[in-house]
């Protein structure tokens, strides 16, 4: 570590941000405290502290049985539920690193992942009767020392037997505790966390500024395999000793339900939720008053009002990426105004600046920079990329543009790379053009994201065909099943142009297929 990253280690330490305290640390601790009160709900299985604790550690042994031990990288590939939380906390326990992958990876994204990490141990679902992930595993390419399993193989243990040891974790609060996986420019990069950041993150948010403590009810509906899921459900929930709700998919009537029967008090999402939630507020009311912290998106006033006289339920604005979890949010002191059209404002110890090209401030706004101990030790196995987004003096580059207030509020006004964000997971431009030109009918292609009211942003790719015949956007999605590429990388829109766009270096002009849209649009 440089000196001058070594200033800020020893100031987040000094000043009390980072502390020498792990997840399962907490859960141990619940678990001695509050013995018999629910921990976990999934569906009707439920788990108090003291069967949760038990089952982490009864699958750490397990863990340790299959040969993994402190360092190896653990990926699981399993939906919301009992399985990921008590391995979450089994893979700490036994000193290794969790890697949460999404569900919605296939055979493509799963080859990058054990080229990148060499995880000691990838897991998968039941199949499902949408999806053989057996079947898709076995197409996969794993590192020599991986062994690719069935998550039964991490709960086929002895309820009853004795457990020896796994009481504490042999990791250091500094170390590496989980990797995610986002899309960079042209495959996965693997964002790495350590406990003190981890931490510092949960306890700030979920503890300080929202005040979760075992009286709360935490709904989980975002995926835990990404960071909103991981950090804002499975983990702030056991951080605060509140009860952990998972729901495997977001469906608006079925969640009002389990709002209700668990009177759940708090939950995280993109404003479509609350916006879903608002919909029902003819029929239904929440039976106790609700805090969500809305990202991804900024919150429409009418949303706020609406969800505060209609629900009971409190939204708060956050900015945050995968590699600093949360920089900003709003607080439940803030004005109307201020909640309703800014993305709050940084955490006690983050620092946030714009800047200009040459990295310059600018007060007028540019790319916003993060410091503070929210930031990630950098991306795993990647040198290079580190040190582009990860400054040695602390700052993280972010790559988002917008401007802060006098008040120190932000707002977020947009993108200055090209990374589309569709549903929440991050789509490489470049990744998909270069998979859509292996087509044998597609002699250039070009992806842009457009606006969409659901999703975010929906994938719209600009097609030179080689031939008369263009592929259509059917044609191309098979194609690109059929290479074992995630659905949500397919576009969703595919336009025939004679030639794309060129600067005079010769490279692809995305903004002048946004401006032939945006035209069209205003017809």
């Known amino acids: 570590m440089d000196d001058a990253r070594d ?15 792990l997840l399962t640390d907490h859960v141990r601790a619940w678990a001695a405290k509050l013995p018999y009160v629910t921990a976990v709900v999934d569906g009707p299985l439920r788990l108090t ?9 009864r699958t750490a042994a397990q863990l340790a049985r299959l040969g993994v031990g402190a360092g190896d990288v653990v990926s699981t590939q399993l939906p919301n539920g009992v399985e990921i939380i008590v391995s979450h906390l089994a893979a700490e326990l036994v000193g290794a690193i969790h890697n949460p992958v999404a569900l919605q990876f296939r055979t493509h994204e799963l080859d990058q992942i054990h080229s990148l990490l060499e995880p000691k141990l990838m897991v998968y679902p039941a199949t499902t009767q949408r999806d053989d992930f057996a079947a898709i595993h076995a197409e996969t390419t794993p590192g020599r020392n991986c062994r690719v399993e069935s998550v039964g193989v991490l709960f086929d243990v002895d309820a009853e037997s004795e457990i020896v040891g796994f009481e504490q974790s042999p990791m250091a609060a500094h170390e590496a505790a989980f990797v995610l996986n986002t899309s ?21 948010v979920g503890i300080d500024i929202v005040g979760l403590s075992p009286e709360d009810t935490v709904l989980c509906i975002i995926p835990m395999t990404w960071g909103g899921g991981l950090a804002w459900g499975l983990r702030v929930a056991l951080h605060a000793g509140a ?33 879903d939630l608002v919909a029902l507020s003819g029929e239904w009311r929440p039976q106790r008053p609700l805090t969500m912290i809305c990202a991804g998106a900024p919150i429409p006033r009418y949303l706020c009002r609406d969800a505060k006289s209609l629900l009971s339920m409190r939204l708060l604005p956050g900015y945050g990426q995968t590699e600093h979890l949360h920089s900003t949010l709003g607080r439940p002191a803030d004005t109307e105004a201020q909640l309703t059209t800014t993305d709050g404002r940084p955490l006690p110890g983050v620092e946030l600046k714009t800047v ?4 310059n401030p600018s007060e007028g706004g540019g790319e916003i920079w993060c410091r503070g101990p929210n930031v990630a030790m950098g991306y795993f196995g990647q040198p290079e990329f580190s040190a582009q987004t990860f400054r040695a003096d602390g700052w993280q580059t972010t790559q988002d543009l ?4 006098a008040d120190g509020f932000l707002s977020v006004s947009g993108r200055k790379r090209d ?21 044998p009918d597609v002699a250039e292609a070009a992806v842009i994201g457009v606006q969409d009211a659901r999703y975010g942003e929906r994938i719209c ?12 956007t059917a044609e191309l999605s098979a194609a690109l099943t059929a290479s074992g590429v995630a659905q949500f990388k397919h576009p969703e829109e595919v336009r025939t142009i004679d030639a794309l766009p060129l600067t005079a270096t010769g490279k692809v002009r995305h903004e002048s297929l946004r401006e032939m849209l945006r035209a069209e649009t205003a017809q």
């Not at 990374?419 to 087509?439: K, M």
Request: aromatic content about 10%; proline content about 6%.
């Open 184 to 204: 960079g420019t042209v495959s996965v990069k693997g964002v790495t966390h350590s406990h003190e950041d981890a931490l510092y993150s949960t306890r700030t």
């Open 419 to 439: 990374i589309i964000i569709r549903g929440g997971l991050n789509v490489s431009p470049r990744e998909v053009e270069e998979l859509l030109q292996r087509h």
């Open 356 to 359: 200009d090209e040459a990295g």
């Open 49 to 57: 502290w003291a069967q949760l604790w038990d089952s982490a550690r």
């Open 402 to 405: 917008g401007r802060l207030d």
């Open 7 to 21: 200033v800020f280690v020893r100031r987040y330490r000094d000043e009390g941000w980072w502390r020498p305290e």
């Open 461 to 472: 790719a600009f097609i030179v065909p080689r031939t008369a015949s263009a592929p259509t």
């Open 243 to 275: 009860t952990l709700v998972s729901v495997p998919r977001w469906d608006a009537r079925a969640a009002a339900e389990i709002i209700d029967a668990e009177r759940c008090s708090y939950v995280y999402g993109p404003p479509t939720v609350a916006r």
